[in-house]
C-alpha cells in the first residue's frame, strides 16, 4: 500500500521536469527538479547546508530548553496548587492570545540580531503550549495517587519527584515534542521575518537574489528537517511509553 | 453559594491581574529598566488610544484583520471541502495523505519567499501566504474527520438508502465537526500570524509594519500598543471561536 503515497510526489516531479525540458524555463521564480537537486547537492557539498541547519536548531533547542522548560516548571507548580490556578487564570489567558510573533520587535529592540533575539522569541513561543499540555498531563493523574503521597507525608518535592513526574510523564514528554515542533517552525520564521541568520534568512535570501533553484533546495532541507525531528520524536514516544501519551482529542498547539 | 464561591475566584484573578499591572508600572515608572526598552501600562494605553485617535492604528489594525479574515476564509472553505472529498474516499486518502503529512511540520512562513518570488511584494501575496498557510490545518482535521466517521452510523445510512452526499453532509459532516471546529481556531491564529509576518517582509501597511517601524525607532509605546492590539485581535478571535463552538456543538451530549 505504501507505494501509493508516492505516486503523487513522484508524478509532480516528473511533470515539472518534463515541462522545465519541453518548454525551456527561464524563470525567476521556478527551477526544474534536476536543477533544484543540484543545488541541493551544492549546499550539501560545500557545508553551507550544515551551518545554516546548526544557527536554526541551536535557536529551536536553546529556546525549546528555556521556554519549554519554564512552561513544564509552571505547570507543576499551578498542577499542585488549585489556588494558584484559579488566581493565575486571568493572567494566562490575556497574555497566551499573543501571537510569538507580535513579541518580536520588543526582542529585538532589546538583544538586536543574533541569537539571542531567536532564542528568546522561540523561548515565548514554547512557552503556552508546555504550560497548557503539561497542565493538562497534570491534572490527569489519578486522585488517589496524590491521596497516597499525602497518606505517606511526602514534601512537595518528594511528591513531585515520586508521584507526579513519573505518572504524568508520558503526557509530559507529549507537551515536550510539540513545544519542539513550535520551536523549529518559530525559529525558521523568525529567520524568515527579520533574523540575518539560519535556514529561514537562507531561504529568503535565495528567493532575493533570483535564485528559485537554491529557495526550493533550502525548501526541501527545512520541510525534511521538520519531519525528521517530528518523526524521531514521535518514535522515541511510542518506544518509551506505549500507547500510554495518547492524549484525547486534538491538541492546542501554535503553528507558523 | 457556590455561585459566589465562583464569582469570588473569578475576582481573585482579576485582582492578580490588576497586581501584575501595577508591579509593571512600578517597574517601568522606577526605571528599573531602561525606559526606551519598557513603557509603563498607562504610556503603552495612551499610545493606543492616541493611535486609534488620529485614525493610523485603526487602519493598520483594519487593514491587518482583513487580510486575517479574508485568507482564513478561503482556507476554511478550501479545507472543509477538499478534506472532505479526500477523507471520504479511501483511495484519495491513499495516494495523499502521505505527501499531506510529510508536508504538515513545514513552517507555513516558509512558503513567505515562494510567494514573494511568484507575486512580488504585494496585497496579493500576503493574502494568498495567509490562505495557503492556515489550509493545512483545517484541511489535515477535515481529512481525518471524515475518515474516522462511525462505521455503523454508515451502516445505518446504507439501510436507509442515503446518497453519497446526503450521507457525507448529514452524518459525516456533523462528526468530523469537533475536529474541524478546532483546527478552525488553530487556523485563525496561524492566519494572524501569518498577516503580521506578510507585513513585516512585504511593508504593506498594517499592524505588522507599525511594531517594526516602531521597534527600529526605539518608540516602545507605539510599538506595545501595537502588540497589545494584537494580542486582543488573538483573544477576540479565540473567544468568538469559542463562542461558535459551543452553538454548533450544542447538540453533543454534554461531556
Known amino acids: 500500500m505504501r507505494w501509493k503515497g508516492l505516486v503523487l510526489p513522484a508524478g509532480a516531479v516528473v511533470l515539472a521536469e518534463a515541462c522545465a525540458r519541453i518548454f525551456g524555463i527561464q524563470s525567476d521564480s521556478l527551477a526544474a527538479p534536476s536543477q533544484i537537486l543540484v543545488a541541493a547537492w551544492g549546499l550539501l557539498r560545500d557545508g553551507s547546508l550544515f551551518a545554516m541547519l546548526g544557527q536554526t536548531l541551536l535557536s529551536a533547542l536553546g529556546g525549546l530548553l528555556i521556554g519549554g522548560g519554564a512552561g513544564l516548571l509552571l505547570a507543576l507548580v499551578l498542577g499542585l496548587s488549585p489556588v494558584l490556578t484559579r488566581l493565575l487564570r486571568l493572567p494566562i489567558e490575556a497574555l497566551r492570545p499573543i501571537p510569538s510573533i507580535a513579541i518580536l520587535p520588543v526582542f529585538l529592540m532589546v538583544f538586536g540580531f543574533g541569537y539571542r533575539l531567536e532564542i528568546a522569541n522561540v523561548s515565548f513561543a514554547c512557552f503556552w503550549p508546555s504550560l497548557i499540555i503539561g497542565q493538562a498531563a497534570i491534572s490527569g493523574i489519578e486522585p488517589r495517587l496524590l491521596e497516597v503521597s499525602r497518606v505517606l507525608g511526602l514534601g512537595f518535592w518528594g511528591r513531585i519527584t515520586k508521584i507526579v513526574i513519573p505518572a504524568a510523564l508520558p503526557r509530559l514528554f507529549v507537551a515536550f515534542r510539540l513545544a519542539a515542533s513550535v520551536a523549529l517552525i518559530v525559529a525558521v520564521t523568525v529567520e524568515i521575518a527579520l533574523n540575518p541568520q539560519g535556514m529561514g534568512y537562507e531561504l529568503m535570501s535565495a528567493q532575493s537574489s533570483l535564485r528559485p533553484e537554491v529557495m526550493f533546495a533550502i525548501l526541501l532541507y527545512i520541510g525534511v528537517t521538520g519531519w525528521s525531528v517530528n518523526a524521531a520524536l514521535l518514535l522515541a514516544q511510542r518506544r518509551l511509553f506505549g500507547r500510554a501519551g495518547a492524549l484525547p482529542g486534538a491538541v492546542p498547539g501554535e503553528a507558523a | ?255
Open chain 2, 1 to 255: 453559594m457556590k455561585r459566589l464561591r465562583e464569582f469570588g475566584w473569578r475576582a481573585a484573578s482579576v485582582a492578580v491581574g490588576l497586581g501584575f499591572l501595577g508591579l509593571w508600572q512600578f517597574v517601568a515608572w522606577r526605571r528599573f529598566v531602561n525606559p526606551v526598552f519598557l513603557p509603563g501600562p498607562i504610556e503603552t494605553w495612551n499610545a493606543m488610544l492616541d493611535g486609534f485617535r488620529t485614525g493610523m492604528l485603526g487602519e493598520r489594525t483594519l487593514a491587518t484583520v482583513q487580510r486575517m479574515l479574508y485568507g482564513w476564509v478561503v482556507a476554511s472553505l478550501v479545507g472543509i471541502g477538499l478534506g472532505a472529498a479526500i477523507g471520504s474516499s479511501r483511495r484519495a486518502r491513499d495516494y495523499l495523505a502521505p505527501t499531506l503529512e510529510f508536508l504538515r511540520p513545514l513552517p507555513s512562513s516558509a512558503i513567505v519567499p515562494v510567494g514573494i518570488a511568484f507575486f512580488g511584494l504585494s496585497n496579493a501575496m500576503v493574502i494568498g501566504v495567509v490562505a495557503f498557510g492556515s489550509l493545512w490545518p483545517t484541511l489535515l482535521a477535515t481529512i481525518h474527520g471524515f475518515a474516522a466517521v462511525e462505521r455503523r452510523l454508515i451502516e445505518v445510512a446504507r439501510m436507509l438508502r442515503l446518497s453519497r452526499g446526503a450521507v457525507m453532509v448529514q452524518i459525516a459532516f456533523p462528526s468530523a465537526l469537533p475536529d474541524i471546529l478546532a483546527a478552525m481556531r488553530l487556523g485563525l491564529i496561524t492566519a494572524l500570524i501569518l498577516s503580521v509576518v506578510g507585513e513585516i517582509l512585504a511593508f504593506q501597511g498594517g499592524l505588522g509594519s507599525q511594531i517594526l517601524e516602531a521597534s527600529r525607532a526605539y518608540r516602545s509605546p507605539e510599538l506595545f500598543a501595537g502588540v497589545l492590539v494584537l494580542g486582543m485581535i488573538g483573544l477576540a478571535s479565540n473567544l468568538a471561536l469559542s463562542a461558535l463552538e459551543t452553538r454548533l456543538l450544542r447538540w453533543r451530549a454534554p461531556r
